[in-house]
């Protein structure tokens, strides 16, 4: 079986827990971690870095650097898959920073969005918009397929 981490703040538990039952589907173990009250606990976990996949909900998580000033989650050695939902903007200031091959962006938004955040911000590989009211199930299938696709 293999093991999924989610990382989330207090807003997105409710998606937290739908793509968790979505990926279980899919043999997926999953860990659910609430940065908001398990930073510390989620960011131990994190290190040992042996999940399959992690998914993380609006950008949680990556405020966590290395001691060098990189951005921690690219030292993972799995896939991720980053749910964007929130104000483009305020992602700045995470974007702007090197970002791994690895890393696979889903914004909610226009596929205008999408193209002008590539523009914007080299650093991402791969990223899909979807509608704002679209079934989050064909967002994580997608956001799954690419990643057996990248294996």
């Given at each position: 079986m293999k093991k999924a981490i989610l990382v989330y703040g207090d807003k997105y538990e409710?998606?937290?827990?739908?793509?968790?039952?979505?990926?279980?589907?899919?043999?997926?173990?999953?860990?659910?971690?609430?940065?908001?009250?398990?930073?510390?606990?989620?960011?131990?976990?994190l290190a040992q870095d042996d999940f399959d996949l992690l998914v993380t909900f609006d950008m949680a998580g990556f405020?966590?650097?290395?001691?060098?000033?990189?951005?921690?989650?690219?030292?993972?050695?799995?896939?991720?898959?980053?749910?964007?939902?929130?104000?483009?903007?305020?992602?700045?200031?995470?974007?702007?920073n090197k970002l791994s091959l690895a890393m696979l962006f889903f914004l909610l938004g226009k596929e205008e969005d999408a193209q002008k955040m590539k523009e914007k911000y080299p650093g991402i590989y791969y990223i899909k918009a979807f509608p704002d009211d679209i079934d989050r199930e064909i967002i994580v299938q997608t956001a799954f397929a690419e990643v057996e696709r990248k294996d």
């Open positions: 409710n998606e937290a827990t739908k793509v968790a039952l979505i990926l279980q589907k899919w043999d997926y173990e999953c860990l659910p971690m609430n940065l908001s009250e398990q930073q510390k606990e989620a960011y131990k976990r405020e966590k650097g290395t001691e060098t000033g990189a951005l921690f989650y690219n030292l993972l050695s799995c896939k991720t898959i980053h749910l964007l939902y929130g104000d483009k903007q305020a992602y700045a200031r995470y974007l702007s």
